[in-house]
């Protein structure tokens, strides 16, 4: 494959195409923001550097966009350098709350932005934040446990040895393009193009009233070993997918919830592709999942399978009805719900908490460093709920994020209730009233 050494002008993969256009439609974004804490004795400069090196070694992290046309260019990458160990704790919280939600400027700005915060005498805040176009929550992960390991490597006097890449983005890029000009990329183009257009005229008879807001809550809730076996089991006495029984399961609950019509989007992770699972970018794709409201289970759950399948065999022609979409950028959040899934083979330790942004324990790194990650407040695309589910080992883990325009508090958690018990509710089993 070509990657990005043989490549001058790699195209955007349809992904960056979409959040490019969306940018240029909306003055909201799709921000994804950590902080991680570093407490003890860090050598500063090692850090940047380190930082730094393993940053500029993938092209797509030094991308710039400009133009109709979107066409790229590549800067390199800095970290800023803070000793903010004069502020107080209230002024700390309101820079991070600022850098979380403060926009990124796709032709003018580092689309990932790095800051290392001194905090105290041994402690600091390593901040990132980046557009979604250019990466995901794992590729930050994944970057962020290469950038450490290049530390630890520099503490002890060892040259650090980038990991060898058999593919990267631009190559991924590239296969995209390929596939989209093959019969069978037409023929996947076509069915979702001549399907999306059937939910267009029904798009286009929506009231529609903008909503701006991308204030976010979140409601965290877990399955435990002996729960996410009985999940599993249910699914497989369906004989339907994992992925299609949670999504199935978010629907039934929301069309019991909700009074109004609504769109459901899939996210389905390329990760899956044990080629696409080192690489970093922006590696999902978005498939429009039908409501039905007068559906039994049983059915919907058929259907949903069925759906899901496919997408998975065309998900690379697949567009969205959602915020991402082509045709869904102008609906507003009431009518938008998302529901995205990631399965891994094994536990990774901390790897959930640094997808997530959730608050996790400490980490020691070696005998005087240690790290924890904090939250941070995410600019997201308003959609009414984004459900983000993420399998390892056998551990269910699942992230309600709300827009607060269309929900409060208790109503979500009521969702969040509804959602668990019918996932875990069996065929001989009767479903508690609402």
């Given at each position: 494959m070509?990657?990005?050494?043989l490549s001058?002008?790699?195209?955007l993969s349809?992904t960056?195409?979409?959040i490019y256009d969306l940018?240029h439609?909306?003055?909201?974004?799709?921000?994804?923001?950590?902080a991680?804490?570093?407490?003890g004795?860090?050598?500063?400069?090692?850090?940047?550097k380190?930082?730094s090196?393993?940053?500029?070694t993938y092209p797509?992290f030094?991308?710039r966009?400009?133009?109709?046309?979107?066409?790229?260019s590549?800067?390199d990458?800095e970290?800023?350098y803070l000793?903010?160990r004069?502020l107080?704790?209230?002024?700390?919280a309101?820079?991070?709350r600022q850098?979380?939600?403060?926009?990124?400027?796709?032709?003018?700005?580092?689309?990932?932005?790095?800051?290392l915060l001194?905090?105290?005498?041994d402690?600091?805040?390593?901040l990132?934040?980046?557009h979604?176009?250019?990466?995901?929550?794992?590729?930050?992960s994944l970057?962020?446990?290469?950038?450490?390991?290049?530390?630890?490597?520099?503490?002890?006097?060892?040259?650090y040895?980038?990991?060898v890449?058999t593919?990267d983005?631009?190559?991924?890029?590239?296969?995209?393009?390929?596939?989209l000009?093959?019969a069978?990329?037409?023929k996947a183009?076509?069915?979702?193009?001549?399907?999306?257009q059937?939910?267009?005229?029904k798009?286009?008879q929506?009231?529609?009233?903008e909503?701006?807001?991308?204030?976010c809550?979140?409601?965290?809730?877990s399955l435990?070993?002996?729960e996410?076996e009985?999940v599993?089991?249910l699914a497989?006495?369906e004989?339907v997918?994992l992925?299609?029984y949670?999504?199935?399961?978010?629907?039934q609950?929301?069309?019991?919830?909700?009074?109004?019509?609504?769109?459901?989007?899939?996210n389905?992770?390329?990760?899956?592709?044990?080629?696409?699972r080192?690489v970093?970018?922006?590696?999902?794709?978005y498939v429009?999942?039908?409501?039905?409201?007068?559906?039994?289970?049983h059915?919907k759950?058929?259907?949903?399978s069925?759906?899901?399948?496919?997408?998975?065999?065309?998900?690379?022609a697949?567009?969205?009805?959602?915020?991402?979409?082509r045709?869904?950028?102008?609906l507003?959040a009431?009518?938008?719900?998302?529901v995205?899934?990631?399965?891994?083979?094994?536990?990774?330790e901390?790897?959930?908490?640094v997808y997530t942004?959730?608050?996790s324990d400490?980490?020691?790194?070696n005998?005087?460093?240690?790290?924890?990650?904090?939250?941070?407040?995410t600019?997201?695309t308003?959609?009414?709920?984004?459900l983000?589910?993420?399998v390892?080992?056998?551990?269910?883990?699942s992230?309600?994020i709300?827009?607060?325009?269309?929900?409060?508090?208790?109503?979500v958690?009521a969702?969040?209730?509804r959602w668990c018990?019918?996932?875990?509710?069996?065929?001989?089993?009767?479903l508690p009233q609402l």
């Open positions: 070509a990657g990005w050494s001058t002008q790699v195209p349809i960056e195409q979409r940018h439609r909306k003055d909201l974004v799709d921000l994804i923001t950590r991680m804490v570093v407490k004795d860090l050598d500063v400069e090692l850090f940047k380190s930082i090196e393993v940053v500029n797509i030094r991308c966009y400009s133009g109709e046309s979107a066409v790229r590549f800067v990458i970290l800023d000793d903010i004069h107080s704790e209230a002024h700390v309101s820079f991070l850098f979380g939600s403060s926009p990124i400027n796709l032709e003018r700005d580092q689309l990932l932005g790095l800051s001194r905090t105290g005498e402690e600091y805040i390593f990132t934040k980046c979604h176009i250019i990466t995901d929550g794992i590729s930050l970057l962020w446990s290469e950038a450490l390991s290049h530390y630890l490597s520099g503490e002890v006097g060892k040259d040895q980038p990991r890449e593919t983005f631009a190559d991924y890029v590239n296969f995209e393009q390929a596939y000009q093959s069978r990329g037409q183009r076509d069915y979702w193009q001549d399907r999306l059937i939910q267009e005229e798009i286009k929506l009231p529609q009233s909503e701006t807001s991308v204030l809550s979140e409601a965290v809730c435990g070993e002996g996410i009985r599993m089991a497989s006495s004989n997918s992925f299609a949670l999504a199935a399961a978010f629907q609950v929301l069309c019991e919830f909700l009074p109004h019509t609504f769109w459901m989007s899939g389905l992770s390329l990760r899956l592709k044990k080629e696409h080192e970093f970018g922006p590696m999902c794709r429009n999942l039908m409501v039905c409201r007068d559906e039994p289970w059915e759950l058929a259907r949903l069925t759906e899901i399948k496919y997408a998975m065999r065309t998900v690379y697949a567009e969205s009805i959602g915020p991402h979409g045709i869904g950028h102008h507003d009431s009518h938008c719900y998302l995205t899934f990631l399965q891994t083979e094994e536990h990774r901390g790897f959930f908490a942004g959730e608050t400490w980490a020691r790194l005998d005087h460093l240690k790290i924890r990650i904090a939250p941070l407040a600019r997201l308003p959609y009414g709920i984004y983000s589910i993420t390892f080992g056998k551990q269910l883990r992230s309600f709300y827009n607060e325009n269309c929900f409060e508090e208790k109503q958690e969702i969040v209730s018990d019918r996932l875990l509710c069996g065929p001989e089993d009767v």
